[in-house]
């Protein structure tokens, strides 16, 4: 069973900065990918970005102003989210892939105030 737990998320003012953790129990080079959802009230839960391989890639919504990065040495994939807007107000999960299945984090939450 793998556990992801993610932590960073808060208030911030529209502009502002937010860096999301997820630090995963197992070594994360070991699962096929790792990506960032959200899901916003009322509204379906979407893909941020993923991270897999030496590769990653991000929706148009957060081109440009979100980016995955991944620290193997402390089994951890950040989300550095820069430029933020109200619309960004979400709750955000960490998602992992693996040969086992997929798992989920908890999730963390960002307000973005205007």
């Known amino acids: 069973q793998v556990q992801l737990v993610e932590s960073g998320g808060g208030l911030v003012q529209a502009g502002g900065s937010l860096r999301l953790s997820c630090a995963a129990s197992?070594?994360?080079?070991?699962?096929?990918?790792m990506a960032w959802y959200r899901q916003a009230p009322g509204k379906q839960r979407e893909w941020v970005a993923t991270t897999s391989g030496g590769s990653t890639s991000c929706a148009a919504s957060v081109k440009g102003r979100f980016t995955i990065a991944r620290d193997a040495a402390k089994n951890t994939v950040y989300l550095q989210m820069n430029s933020l807007k109200p619309e960004d107000t979400a709750v955000y999960y960490c998602?992992?892939?693996?040969?086992?299945?997929?798992?989920w984090g908890q999730g963390t939450q960002v307000t973005v105030s205007s």
């Open positions: 998602h992992a892939v693996t040969v086992r299945g997929d798992y």
């Open positions: 197992e070594n994360i080079f070991t699962f096929s990918a």
